[in-house]
């Protein structure tokens, strides 16, 4: 969940002295540093070995490493499984590296965004609010049980499972499924 109260505490203990910033949450059994760049600790997560290929393939490695700041929607292994049977692996084939490169910059906002900051923005805005990406996609954030969700442009809901992520380079939400452009 977002706002259990040790979290709350530690992000206003963050706010208040830096030297005594929460750590980040373990992610596919690793690790995270707030040191490391978004691929440097992507790499390292088991739950996101078919993610950092997909990454890598579009050559969007590079990118990511960059100094952002990035906000990533990171799918897991198991929300690229849900996807039709063969579809990552015709997405990572060399001729299909521009709608693999759509669909997984359709994952990143050029902002550093954390939960709070965006149910702050639902909250704001009547429940809903639009996520512009740097894909060109836009999806609608809402919450629901405390936990940030995005419907993308096919009626398909990624539930953030793993929020504020810090890294170098700008912030990562893991989530349980992939979400797609509007066709």
Same mark, same amino acid.
Do not use: R, W
């Given at each position: 969940?977002?706002?259990?109260?040790? +979290? =709350?505490?530690?992000t206003?203990?963050?706010f208040a002295?830096?030297?005594? /910033?929460?750590e980040?949450?373990? *992610? &596919? &059994?690793?690790?995270m540093?707030?040191?490391?760049?978004?691929?440097?600790?992507a790499? @390292?997560? /088991?739950d %996101?070995?078919?993610?950092?290929a997909? #990454?890598?393939? /579009? &050559?969007?490695?590079?990118?990511?490493?960059?100094?952002g700041?990035?906000? #990533?929607f990171a799918? !897991?292994n198991? +929300?690229?499984?849900?996807?039709?049977?063969? !579809? *990552?692996?015709?997405l990572?084939?060399?001729? @299909?590296?521009?709608?693999?490169?759509?669909?997984?910059? $359709? %994952? #990143? #906002?050029a902002?550093?965004?954390?939960?709070?900051?965006i149910?702050?923005m =639902?909250?704001?805005?009547?429940?809903? %609010?639009?996520?512009? !990406?740097?894909?060109? $996609?836009?999806?609608?954030?809402?919450?629901?049980?405390?936990? *940030?969700?995005?419907?993308?442009?096919q009626? @398909?809901? /990624? !539930?953030?499972? =793993? +929020?504020?992520? @810090?890294?170098s380079? &700008?912030? =990562? %939400?893991?989530?349980?499924? *992939?979400?797609?452009?509007?066709?």
């Amino acid at each position: 969940m977002f706002f259990k109260p040790t +979290a =709350i505490a530690l992000t206003l203990t963050a706010f208040a002295a830096p030297a005594l /910033a929460a750590e980040n949450p373990m *992610v &596919g &059994g690793a690790a995270m540093y707030d040191t490391k760049n978004i691929v440097e600790n992507a790499v @390292n997560s /088991a739950d %996101h070995t078919t993610l950092v290929a997909a #990454v890598q393939a /579009a &050559g969007l490695a590079e990118t990511l490493s960059g100094e952002g700041p990035f906000t #990533v929607f990171a799918p !897991t292994n198991e +929300a690229f499984a849900k996807l039709p049977a063969g !579809t *990552v692996e015709n997405l990572l084939k060399p001729e @299909n590296k521009e709608m693999l490169t759509k669909i997984l910059t $359709c %994952h #990143v #906002v050029a902002a550093n965004a954390s939960a709070e900051a965006i149910m702050g923005m =639902i909250a704001d805005e009547g429940g809903k %609010h639009p996520v512009k !990406t740097v894909g060109g $996609c836009e999806f609608t954030a809402t919450s629901k049980d405390g936990k *940030v969700m995005l419907e993308d442009g096919q009626g @398909n809901i /990624a !539930t953030v499972t =793993i +929020a504020d992520v @810090n890294q170098s380079n &700008g912030v =990562i %939400h893991v989530i349980d499924t *992939v979400l797609l452009p509007k066709m």
